[in-house]
């Protein structure tokens, strides 16, 4: 069966006076004394198609079925619109209701619903423009993702979503647990026996597929991982989520320049891929959202990214003329409102940290000849903060060890990675892009919740 024509085709075709059949939804309708006019979209493009309905040709009881809101079918003529702005409309030879909706109770009526209140109606939002944009331009993210990964030479890896590891010391996790939770089986000690769980040990939702991207890496040269992931950290923030998609690519033979070159690369590409694949949307949310959306892209592009130690941003930070809610001094993680005068205010575009204090970091960071840091990295992006976090990854089986001792981690649940550096070791690197915040940068949305279709937020799992 071909695939049928959409909105999209239909508006874009310069094949006039034929006969077509287009379904949606009606955004809007005019009455007039001849003629009405409904304006039908379908999700395929930001731009709605222009029925053109005869009064003489239909019932009245038809013309006042096509409300807001509901659903289309029309069969009539492709022709060349005359009015400004659209390219083709479709006069009416039969309207076919094949959804009705209520005007009394439709929500999405009035234009300019808030943000907030859309989220209560998530399983409508898709119907407005701003979220059929913001749903268009991720799924171009992530086809661009892919797209690049694939042009180079990676593999796309599928980590496990249940791991049995809780060694990534990336934040909460969720319980993964077939046990009764009123009366689960208990130890000598009285403590629960997840001997007798579903797997035979305590499991989670992943936070992160890195440490299994890694076992990768030292087979495959250069995987990626793109997958949800879980962090049951109950920050109630804008750029939090509690299920959230990460891109974790994993390079052997990578060091940490290797890596912030990559990283800068791959974002410059996908900011790229965006302004050339999603231009109507990104100019509605330019238009509506933010001005500055489609210049700050372009000057992602165009611009290098300032690189700086930790060391140097801490410098940064303690002569800066503006008082800090969290106090800075060497040795502390930098907080939101660090990363964006670092960004915003004092390089004025995208900004790589490296070498951060190694205690206030994971395991597995390479450790630095001065003892005190590790090859970490973060990408800090003009009103996000940290969208990239990654490192060159400890290779030396002795020195990742004391660290594991160290850090108190079980040596046992991570018997495999340890492995990994005992047989064939190689340096290797990587890093972890949040999806929803490259989603946020490109989109202009200043919400998490906004750019993912069903957030899931402390508190928050309707849908
Ligand atoms: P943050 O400091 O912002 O909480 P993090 O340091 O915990 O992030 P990483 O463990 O480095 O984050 O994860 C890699 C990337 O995943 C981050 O750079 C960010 O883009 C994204 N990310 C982390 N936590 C979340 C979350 N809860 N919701 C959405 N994206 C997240
Ligand atoms: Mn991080």
Redesign the pocket.
Known sequence: MPVKENIKQLLQSSDYDRKVTVMGWVRTKREGKNVAFAALNDGSIIHNIQIVIDNAKFDEATIKSITTGSCVQVLGTLVQSMGKGQSSEVQADEIKLLGGADADSYPLQKKGHTLEFLREIAHLRPRTNTFGAVFRIRHHAAFAIHKFFNENGFNWMHTPIITGSDAEG??EMFRVSTLSPTNPPLNENGDVNYEEDFFGKETNLT??GQLEAELGALALSKVYTFGP?F?A?N?NTT????E?W?IEPEMAFYDITDNMDLAEEFLKYMVQYILNNCKDDLEFLNKMYDKELIQRLESVVNTDFARVTYTEAVDVLLAAKQKFEFKVEWGV?LQ?EHEKYLVEQHYKKPVIVVDYPKDIKAFYMRQNEDGKTVRAM??LFPGI??????SQREERYELLEKRIDEMNIEKESVWWYLETRKFGTATHSG????????VLFVTAMSN?RDVIPFPRTPQNAEF
């Open positions: 990336a934040g936070v992160s992931t962090r950290e920050s750029r939090h989520l509690a959230f990460m993680d939101s973060d990408v903060g940290e969208i990239i976090g990654g890093f972890g892009l949040g999806f929803e915040r490259f998490i």
